[in-house]
Structure formats: structure tokens, C-alpha cells
């Protein structure tokens, strides 16, 4: 299992955890899962928790605690996550080895067959 975070995604991700509130600084991080939803059926979930769950896959990259859903895992597998700030977007963007479709927006995609029924977009 893999997750690689660009310079400026770990940047701004170690922010985010040092200014949150609760818990102890030992487990503070990341939590990273993929939930159903989405124009294409699965979207990237990102949370900071202090709380990770008893089963979760646990890594560090550029001190930055990575917590992943276990049943997230084969879905995030290789996934490079960036973060972008330009005049027309800013946040956190997914390139994922695992995807076969995404949307427009680059926060929902496809697996294949395994992927739940789409969400149509708003």
C-alpha cells in the first residue's frame, strides 16, 4: 500500500493537522477512505483526525501521519496526492493508478466493475 504526497500537498497537510483541535499530537494525521458517491460513483474522502481507527493502515510521509481505510486500501493504492493553487482552483488534487474514469472535477471516479451506482452532478 502506497500513498505519495507531493511537497506541497504534505505542506499544506501538516498545516491543517498542526492547527486542529483535540487529541494527542502523537496521533494526530490524516485520515484517507474512499466513499460511495460522486458523478462516477466513488469519491476521495480526506479528514484530519486524532482518532485513528483500530484497523486502519497507519504510514508517515514527510511527518505527516497517514491513516487509510482498510477497505479503501486497494482503491487508493498508488495514489499521488497534490495540492494546486492557480486563479481558478485551489485544493487538493487525486491522481489515482486505480481509477478508470473520472469526473470533470477530479473528486469522483471509477474502478471498473467494483464501482457502486453514480450520483448525477447538480
Same mark, same amino acid.
Given at each position: 500500500?502506497?500513498?505519495?504526497?507531493?511537497?506541497? =500537498?504534505?505542506? #499544506?497537510? #501538516?498545516?491543517?493537522? #498542526? /492547527?486542529?483541535?483535540?487529541?494527542?499530537?502523537?496521533?494526530?494525521?490524516?485520515?484517507?477512505?474512499?466513499?460511495?458517491?460522486?458523478?462516477? /460513483? *466513488?469519491? *476521495?474522502?480526506?479528514?484530519?483526525?486524532?482518532?485513528?481507527?483500530?484497523?486502519?493502515?497507519?504510514?508517515?510521509?514527510?511527518?505527516?501521519?497517514?491513516?487509510?481505510?482498510?477497505?479503501? =486500501?486497494?482503491?487508493?493504492?498508488?495514489?499521488?496526492?497534490?495540492?494546486?493553487?492557480?486563479?481558478?482552483?485551489? /485544493?487538493?488534487?487525486?491522481?489515482?493508478?486505480?481509477?478508470?474514469?473520472?469526473?470533470?472535477?477530479?473528486?469522483?471516479?471509477? =474502478? /471498473?466493475?467494483?464501482?457502486?451506482? =453514480?450520483?448525477?452532478?447538480?
Amino acid at each position: 500500500m502506497s500513498v505519495i504526497l507531493t511537497e506541497k =500537498a504534505a505542506f #499544506r497537510l #501538516r498545516t491543517f493537522v #498542526r /492547527g486542529s483541535a483535540g487529541g494527542t499530537e502523537a496521533q494526530k494525521g490524516v485520515r484517507l477512505a474512499v466513499v460511495d458517491g460522486g458523478c462516477n /460513483g *466513488y469519491e *476521495y474522502s480526506i479528514d484530519i483526525t486524532s482518532n485513528p481507527k483500530p484497523d486502519d493502515l497507519t504510514f508517515e510521509q514527510d511527518k505527516v501521519s497517514i491513516y487509510v481505510d482498510p477497505k479503501s =486500501a486497494p482503491l487508493l493504492d498508488g495514489i499521488v496526492i497534490d495540492f494546486v493553487e492557480s486563479l481558478t482552483q485551489s /485544493g487538493f488534487v487525486f491522481k489515482n493508478p486505480n481509477a478508470t474514469e473520472t469526473c470533470g472535477c477530479g473528486k469522483s471516479f471509477a =474502478a /471498473g466493475d467494483c464501482t457502486p451506482s =453514480a450520483t448525477p452532478c447538480s
